[in-house]
């Protein structure tokens, strides 16, 4: 899937960042906006104009722009709505479901309870559109990610890309047959690549003590011992990739014909499908081709992690429920809403 970690870079080659430039544009927007408050939804409909940086970087294939948006500026429901729409037409044609849920969970994992001022705390801002932290060495390949969503955010301006990442995630679990997510919008963009956070906050797949780095990554989010658990069960989907990660084979029998590009190793057989075969497989490990990290087996080795893993390997329902309230929580780490409370959709 999703990995948390470079374990899980897949789907489509890196590609190659090579430049960028700045350039100014004036977007259109249909809201009402008194002078000191950020553009909103109006059932008015009044034409405002507004300005936004945008930079744009170069890929081998072509360019996309990462905007930094204002600094007040949350989405617009209707256009969230549509862009929904335009992610479950990509996921049918590109089967890129994985790397939606990791790019989500990658903006998120950055957010370190510890810091109180936004954006320095880190979390789901955006901020993972920027060549400098698309860098970091766990988000390897992400930058694909971002070329698939990118004609929707230039589609729908009124979109961030902090509520962009996280409706792409939520969308892909769903449309995988996963839960139904509760999630909430409003996600304010960081302004620039200078509020991107340091890399290192998010997990490796193979350190020395794996449930102590599980524990100190997840508890500096405010997360427990079952939200690491139930989100470790999203490794249900995707593969890993050797020659990105150094994890896994470079093809088993069940990814050499894809769907997507062929290759790599994944944790289950039906690799795009949202079920709780992560945790069957992982207690039984009778399949050579299916893989089994150090942060994936201590699942069933650590006390406390193993009595959720336990479960969920013959509780769907439970798992499902579970994961559900835990992605939602991740997505809304370290966010600054507007409106403060967010809403959905």
């Not at 936004?52 to 072509?62: N, T, W």
């Not at 705390?121 to 390897?140: D, I, M, P, Q, T």
């Not at 490794?235 to 470079?250: A, D, I, M």
């Amino acid at each position: 899937m999703a990995s948390l970690s470079g374990a899980a870079s897949r789907l489509l080659p890196a590609a190659r960042i090579t430049g960028s430039t700045t350039t100014t544009r004036l977007l259109f927007s249909f809201s009402f906006v008194s002078p000191l408050k950020c553009p909103k939804s109006s059932p008015l409909l009044s034409h405002v104009f507004r300005y936004q940086k945008q930079s744009l970087v170069r890929v081998s294939s072509g360019s996309f722009s990462t905007v930094a948006s204002p600094k007040c500026a949350a989405s617009d429901p209707d256009q969230l709505k549509s862009a929904r729409e335009d992610i479950k037409e990509l996921l049918k044609t590109t089967f890129c479901h994985p790397i939606l849920v990791r790019l989500g969970w990658h903006d998120a994992g950055t957010y370190n309870k510890n810091i109180e001022e936004w954006p320095q705390r880190g979390g789901a801002n955006g901020s993972l559109r920027f060549e400098v932290e698309l860098k970091h060495g766990a988000n390897a390949g992400l930058v694909n990610a971002l070329k698939l969503l990118q004609p929707i955010k230039d589609k729908y301006s009124g979109v961030t890309y902090a509520d962009l990442f996280q409706l792409a995630s939520a969308t892909a679990v769903e449309e995988a047959g996963g839960p139904k997510i509760p999630m909430k919008y409003g996600r304010m963009d960081v302004s620039g690549p200078e509020q991107c956070p340091e890399e290192g906050r998010l997990p490796d797949a193979g350190p020395p003590s794996p449930a102590a780095h599980l524990r100190d990554i997840f508890y500096r989010m405010g997360l427990n011992d079952k939200e690491i658990v139930a989100l470790s069960g999203a490794h249900t989907l995707g593969r890993s990739r050797p020659e990105r990660s150094g994890w896994g084979k470079p093809e088993t029998k069940y990814t050499k014909d894809g769907p997507g590009a062929p290759g790599g190793q994944s944790w289950t057989v039906q690799w795009l499908k949202f079920d709780n075969s992560y945790f069957k497989d992982i207690k039984e490990r009778r399949d050579n081709d299916l893989l089994v990290l150090p942060t994936d087996a201590v699942l069933f080795e650590d006390p406390s992690f193993k009595e959720y893993a336990e479960k969920y390997a013959v509780d769907q329902d439970s798992f499902f429920k579970d994961y559900a309230e835990a992605h939602a929580s991740l997505s809304n780490l370290g966010a600054k809403f507007d409106p403060p409370q967010g809403f959905s959709i």
